[in-house]
């Protein structure tokens, strides 16, 4: 089983005779393999924190179109842990994109605005303002009556 993982794993090796040492191999696997996973990881936490960030954009447009005029408290609820789930998956993304050898600053400060955009957006909708208040600067702003 130990050699069928091997051979799967590493296809090219799978090839020359089995009589080689794990030792042989180990020092340059270790780095071809963490160098791999380390631009696999970057390639697609790209992919994943864009995706993240168009979620968080296009809940705005449902928020204009769902929450300004007189919406059901169902709806704020569903709201709120939406919110709360993409600040949560947000930490994640952060908790790599914050490392000091994280290499993509651009993705980093991506990550950082909106998570940022996602709590002014749960302390705009469900902090501790009550909901007259909240209406009244939302028709303030949008010069609504």
């Keep these: ?10 296809p090219d090796i799978a ?7 794990a030792d042989v191999l180990t ?10 996973l380390e631009k696999r990881l970057a390639r697609e936490l790209g992919a ?19 929450l300004l005029d007189n919406p059901a408290e169902d709806l704020f609820s569903r709201h709120q ?8 998956f947000g930490k994640l993304l952060l908790s790599i994109v914050e490392h000091p050898d994280f290499p993509d600053k651009k993705l980093a400060a991506m990550v950082l605005a909106t998570q940022q955009m ?3 957006k749960l302390v705009m909708w469900h902090g501790a303002m009550s909901r007259e208040r909240r209406e009244k600067i939302l028709a303030a702003v949008f010069h609504e009556s």
Excluded: I
Aim: aromatic share 6%.
């Design 1 to 10: 089983m130990k050699n069928e993982v091997r051979d799967l794993a590493f």
């Design 27 to 36: 020092v340059p696997l270790a780095t071809d393999c963490v160098g791999h």
């Design 48 to 66: 994943e924190a864009e995706e993240w960030s168009e979620c968080a954009s296009a809940l705005t447009l449902w928020e204009d179109e769902h």
């Design 118 to 120: 996602l709590q002014d």
């Design 81 to 88: 842990a939406t919110v709360e789930r993409l600040l949560q």
């Design 15 to 21: 090839e020359h005779n089995g009589n080689m040492t």
